[in-house]
């Protein structure tokens, strides 16, 4: 995005078309999409617009944007992590008893589980 920008800003220069660098920083921040507001309005509050440098922006810009990043593949690592617990399924044909079984074993695990939560 900023090779862009600069292209474009060069090319303005080139037809007597010049901007401040205040100008460029605000445009810059104006042009970010929505996902962003909340990085744009911490730099409106912490920084002088008018004398922060176009290099420090977009410093603190790919500073975030590397952060952001890192978090998603953070995220994705601990979906991959999660361990998926299924249920057996049986068929009404398969046979009520074994499900009652394994309903009888279950209700029993569980209780001696709340047995030793409760006392230990």
């Not at 044909?93 to 047995?115: N, P, Q």
Request: proline fraction near 2%; aromatic fraction near 6%.
């Amino acid at each position: 995005m900023f090779v862009r920008f600069t292209n474009i800003i060069n090319s303005l220069q080139s037809l007597n078309k010049c901007y401040t660098n205040s100008e460029m920083v605000r445009k810059i921040l104006r042009c970010l999409p929505k996902s962003w507001i909340l990085k744009v309005t911490a730099i409106e509050e912490a920084k002088d617009l008018n004398t922060l440098p176009l290099e420090e922006l977009l410093g603190s810009l790919m500073t975030h944007e590397m952060t952001i990043k890192n978090h998603e593949d953070d995220e994705e690592q601990d979906k991959k992590k999660k361990k998926v617990i299924a249920f057996k399924s049986s068929t009404a044909d398969s046979g009520e008893e074994d499900s009652d079984d394994e309903m009888a074993l279950i209700t029993r695990r569980f209780k001696k589980y709340l047995a030793k939560k409760k006392f230990g």
